[in-house]
C-alpha cells in the first residue's frame, strides 16, 4: 500500500513536474517575443531620434551659413538706417530742391538723385519720387547713359512701378536666378559686348565689337547692348529693344515726294553756353546748358543736346550727306523734336573746328573745357526752310513721337573734319514710311 501511495505520488510528481515545465516554457516564450518587440521599439525610437539629430544639425548648419550671409547685410541695412536718418527732417531734400528750381531742366543724373533723395527722405510711395525717375528715364533714354537708365529703372521699380528692367540693370544675383534661357541670353549678351576700353576700339575702327569683349567683370564700363553692325546691328535691336523692330513710325526716312504743304512756323534762338561734350560711346553729343530753344508755331521746345551721325542717317532722293547734326528738343508737355542739319562735304565748318578741338578723351565722361563756350547756332544754314514727318529716335529704345524737321539747306564740313570724327559709321538704315506723310513748307 505504501508502494502504491509512493508511486501515486511520483506520478503525480512527474505530471506536476511536466506542468510546470511546460508552464515554464510558455511564460518564456512569451517574454521573449515581448522582448523582441520592445528592442524592435527601442530602435525604431532610437532611430527617430537619430534622424531628429540630424535634422536639427542640418537645421543648425543652415541657420549658420543664413547667419553668415545676413551679417554684411544687417551692416547695409544699418547703414540705410542711418542714411534715412541723417535725411528724415527733410532740410536736405529742400534744400536740394529749392538749388535745382533755379534751373529750368535737370539732367538725368540730377533727376535720378532727387528721386533717390526723395525716396530715402520720404519713402518709396512718395510720388515725387516717382515722377522723378520717370524724368530720369526719360532724359537719360533721350541721352544713351546706361547708368542713369539703370538707376531710374531700379528706383521707379522700388518705387512700386511695374517696368521691364533692361537685363544688364538687374544685379549679379538676381541675373543668375533668371531661367536658363534668359541667363544664357545675358551672358552671351555680356560676350558680345565691348566694355570699357575695348568698346572704343569696336567703334573708331569700325571693326566687329567681338575684339572688346573678354574683361566681363567691368560692369562699371559696360556698354548698352547694341551698335551699328554685326550681332548688335540695327537688324538686332528689336531683340531688347521692341519698338525698333515692332514701330510703324521709326525713323530715319528717305525723303522724297510727293509731300504735303506744311504750314508750320519753326524757328531757332539758340543760346551761347559753356561747352558741355560727351562721347557716349555711340556719338558724340553736345549737352546743352537751359534756355536754347526752337519754336514751332510759337510753342518753345528746350535744346537739350545735339550730336552726330556719319554718313548722315536722311537720306534725300536715296542720297546720304557727309554728316548730320541732330538737335534734339523737348517741349513742356514731353514731347520730343529733332532739327536735323545736313553737312555737305565742302569748306571748313569753324564750328565743328571748336567742337573736334575739344573732343573728349575719355568715354562716357562729360568733358567741360574751360573757358570754351559755344552757340549751338552756329551749325545751322541762314535758311530754315524743311521737309518734316512724324518719326522716332534713331536710336535704341526707338521711341516714337518725334517729330522731325530736316532742314532743306545743307551746311559744310571739310573732308578731313569728316575723317576726324571718332566713329565711322554710326547712321541707322532708313526705315519703311508705312503711310507716313513727308510735308514740305
Ligand atoms: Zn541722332
Given at each position: 500500500?505504501?508502494?502504491?501511495?509512493?508511486?501515486?505520488?511520483?506520478?503525480?510528481?512527474?505530471?506536476?513536474?511536466?506542468?510546470?515545465?511546460?508552464?515554464?516554457?510558455?511564460?518564456?516564450?512569451?517574454?521573449?517575443?515581448?522582448?523582441?518587440?520592445?528592442?524592435?521599439?527601442?530602435?525604431?525610437?532610437?532611430?527617430?531620434?537619430?534622424?531628429?539629430?540630424?535634422?536639427?544639425?542640418?537645421a543648425?548648419?543652415?541657420?549658420?551659413?543664413?547667419?553668415?550671409?545676413?551679417?554684411?547685410?544687417?551692416?547695409?541695412?544699418?547703414?540705410?538706417?542711418?542714411?534715412?536718418?541723417?535725411?528724415?527732417?527733410?532740410?536736405?531734400?529742400?534744400?536740394?530742391?529749392?538749388?535745382?528750381?533755379?534751373?529750368?531742366?535737370?539732367?538725368?543724373?540730377?533727376?535720378?538723385?532727387?528721386?533717390?533723395?526723395?525716396?530715402?527722405?520720404?519713402?518709396?510711395?512718395?510720388?515725387?519720387?516717382?515722377?522723378?525717375?520717370?524724368?530720369?528715364?526719360?532724359?537719360?533714354?533721350?541721352?544713351?547713359?546706361?547708368?542713369?537708365?539703370?538707376?531710374?529703372?531700379?528706383?521707379?521699380?522700388?518705387?512700386?512701378?511695374?517696368?521691364?528692367?533692361m537685363?544688364?540693370?538687374?544685379?549679379?544675383?538676381?541675373?543668375e536666378?533668371?531661367?536658363?534661357?534668359?541667363?544664357?541670353?545675358?551672358?552671351?549678351?555680356?560676350?558680345?559686348?565691348?566694355?570699357?576700353?575695348?568698346?572704343?576700339d569696336g567703334?573708331?575702327?569700325?571693326?566687329?565689337?567681338?575684339?572688346?569683349?573678354?574683361?566681363?567683370?567691368?560692369?562699371?564700363?559696360?556698354?548698352?547692348?547694341?551698335?551699328?553692325?554685326?550681332?548688335?546691328?540695327p537688324?538686332?535691336?528689336?531683340?531688347?529693344?521692341?519698338?525698333?523692330?515692332?514701330?510703324?513710325?521709326?525713323?530715319?526716312?528717305?525723303?522724297?515726294g510727293?509731300?504735303?504743304?506744311?504750314?508750320?512756323?519753326?524757328?531757332?534762338d539758340?543760346?551761347?553756353?559753356?561747352?558741355?561734350?560727351?562721347?557716349?560711346?555711340?556719338?558724340?553729343?553736345?549737352?546743352?546748358?537751359?534756355?536754347?530753344?526752337?519754336?514751332?508755331?510759337?510753342?518753345?521746345?528746350?535744346?537739350?543736346?545735339?550730336?552726330?551721325?556719319?554718313?548722315?542717317?536722311?537720306?534725300?532722293?536715296?542720297?546720304?550727306?557727309?554728316?548730320?547734326?541732330?538737335?534734339?528738343?523737348?517741349?513742356?508737355?514731353?514731347?520730343?523734336a529733332?532739327?536735323?542739319?545736313?553737312?555737305k562735304?565742302?569748306?571748313?565748318?569753324?564750328?565743328?573746328?571748336?567742337?573736334?578741338?575739344?573732343?573728349p578723351?575719355?568715354?562716357?565722361?562729360?568733358?567741360?573745357?574751360?573757358?570754351?563756350?559755344?552757340n549751338?547756332?552756329?551749325?545751322?544754314?541762314?535758311?530754315?526752310?524743311?521737309?518734316?514727318?512724324?518719326?522716332?529716335?534713331?536710336?535704341?529704345?526707338?521711341?516714337?513721337?518725334?517729330?522731325?524737321?530736316?532742314?532743306?539747306?545743307?551746311?559744310?564740313?571739310?573732308?578731313?573734319?569728316?575723317?576726324?570724327?571718332?566713329?565711322?559709321?554710326?547712321?541707322?538704315?532708313?526705315?519703311?514710311?508705312?503711310?507716313?506723310?513727308?510735308?514740305?513748307?
Open positions: 500500500m505504501k508502494r502504491i501511495l509512493l508511486e501515486v505520488f511520483l506520478v503525480a510528481a512527474l505530471i506536476g513536474a511536466g506542468v510546470f515545465g511546460f508552464m515554464n516554457q510558455k511564460q518564456a516564450s512569451i517574454s521573449k517575443t515581448k522582448i523582441t518587440e520592445l528592442t524592435a521599439a527601442a530602435e525604431a525610437a532610437e532611430k527617430t531620434v537619430k534622424e531628429k539629430e540630424e535634422s536639427i544639425k542640418a543648425e548648419e543652415e541657420m549658420q551659413a543664413l547667419q553668415a550671409e545676413m551679417a554684411p547685410l544687417e551692416g547695409k541695412a544699418n547703414q540705410l538706417e542711418a542714411v534715412k536718418a541723417a535725411l528724415a527732417n527733410g532740410s536736405t531734400l529742400s534744400d536740394l530742391e529749392g538749388a535745382y528750381k533755379k534751373e529750368k531742366t535737370l539732367s538725368a543724373e540730377r533727376q535720378a538723385g532727387l528721386g533717390a533723395l526723395r525716396m530715402l527722405t520720404k519713402g518709396a510711395e512718395d510720388p515725387g519720387a516717382l515722377e522723378a525717375f520717370r524724368k530720369a528715364l526719360q532724359l537719360s533714354e533721350l541721352g544713351d547713359r546706361k547708368n542713369t537708365i539703370c538707376a531710374a529703372q531700379l528706383g521707379l521699380v522700388a518705387a512700386g512701378e511695374k517696368i521691364k528692367v537685363s544688364e540693370c538687374l544685379p549679379k544675383s538676381e541675373k536666378g533668371l531661367g536658363d534661357k534668359e541667363d544664357k541670353d545675358a551672358s552671351s549678351k555680356d560676350d558680345g559686348h565691348g566694355k570699357g576700353k575695348g568698346k572704343d567703334h573708331s575702327k569700325g571693326k566687329g565689337k567681338d575684339d572688346g569683349h573678354g574683361d566681363k567683370k567691368d560692369e562699371k564700363h559696360a556698354a548698352p547692348h547694341w551698335g551699328y553692325e554685326g550681332e548688335m546691328g537688324e538686332k535691336w528689336g531683340k531688347e529693344f521692341p519698338t525698333c523692330a515692332a514701330g510703324k513710325s521709326q525713323s530715319p526716312l528717305d525723303i522724297k510727293p509731300f504735303l504743304k506744311s504750314r508750320m512756323v519753326v524757328s531757332a539758340y543760346k551761347e553756353g559753356p561747352l558741355k561734350i560727351l562721347n557716349n560711346g555711340h556719338t558724340i553729343q553736345v549737352v546743352v546748358s537751359p534756355g536754347s530753344k526752337l519754336r514751332i508755331d510759337g510753342i518753345a521746345h528746350e535744346l537739350l543736346q545735339f550730336h552726330f551721325h556719319r554718313p548722315s542717317e536722311e537720306k534725300v532722293d536715296g542720297k546720304p550727306m557727309a554728316m548730320v547734326v541732330h538737335f534734339v528738343h523737348k517741349n513742356a508737355e514731353g514731347k520730343l529733332v532739327l536735323g542739319v545736313l553737312l562735304e565742302g569748306n571748313e565748318n569753324p564750328g565743328i573746328k571748336t567742337l573736334w578741338t575739344n573732343l578723351k575719355e568715354e562716357n565722361v562729360e568733358y567741360a573745357p574751360d573757358g570754351v563756350n559755344f549751338p547756332g552756329n551749325l545751322l544754314p541762314r535758311e530754315m526752310d524743311f521737309y518734316s514727318y512724324q518719326g522716332s529716335l534713331t536710336t535704341p529704345p526707338c521711341t516714337e513721337g518725334v517729330r522731325f524737321f530736316i532742314l532743306k539747306t545743307t551746311v559744310n564740313i571739310a573732308k578731313e573734319q569728316v575723317q576726324a570724327f571718332p566713329f565711322k559709321m554710326n547712321a541707322r538704315p532708313v526705315q519703311a514710311l508705312n503711310g507716313r506723310e513727308i510735308l514740305s513748307n
